[in-house]
């Protein structure tokens, strides 16, 4: 085996999208020293992608349930709104539009009634799996 390929530097603009944030936010961020970003070439500022990395779970850290006191081994966790609820005599299909992404969830009936889940109502997917496939970009 050879050495790992290099990792890209992301734009700002790129980054933002990768953590769900405005580019606005991102610059903020870079600018109060939160992340360390270089210039390239042309004077754009641009993050290496191990930083980019090592701040994103510096993020996830920082919204760990465990440290609100609701300890859980699920690590996967999509804040995001309801965006659409089926309900059927036994279940319910729910979708989350979480930043960029959907999540669509299979529960009871009784569950989605108990928890309000309405259009618009405030949510998160936790997920737990041990499927996962990945795919690189």
Same mark, same amino acid.
Do not use: C
């Given at each position: ?28 961020? #870079?600018?109060? %020293?939160? =992340? @360390? $970003? ?20 510096e993020l996830a850290r920082s919204d760990n ?19 659409? #609820?089926?309900? %059927?005599? =036994? @279940? $319910? ?45």
């Amino acid at each position: 085996m050879g050495l790992p390929a290099p990792v890209n530097p992301y734009r700002i603009g790129e980054a933002a999208a990768m953590l769900g944030v405005s580019a606005d936010t991102m610059r903020r961020w #870079v600018d109060a %020293g939160r =992340v @360390a $970003a270089e210039r390239d070439e042309h004077g754009h500022r641009i993050i290496p992608g191990a930083q980019l990395a090592a701040f994103a779970r510096e993020l996830a850290r920082s919204d760990n349930p465990e440290a609100e006191g609701r300890p859980s081994s699920a690590r996967n966790r999509f804040p995001g709104i309801v965006t659409h #609820v089926v309900l %059927g005599d =036994v @279940a $319910a299909q729910v979708e989350i539009q979480a930043g960029p992404f959907r999540v669509v969830s299979l529960i009871s009936r009784e569950s989605a009634e108990e928890l309000g889940l309405v259009p618009g109502a405030a949510a998160t997917a936790v997920i737990k799996s041990t499927n996962v496939m990945v795919e690189r970009a």
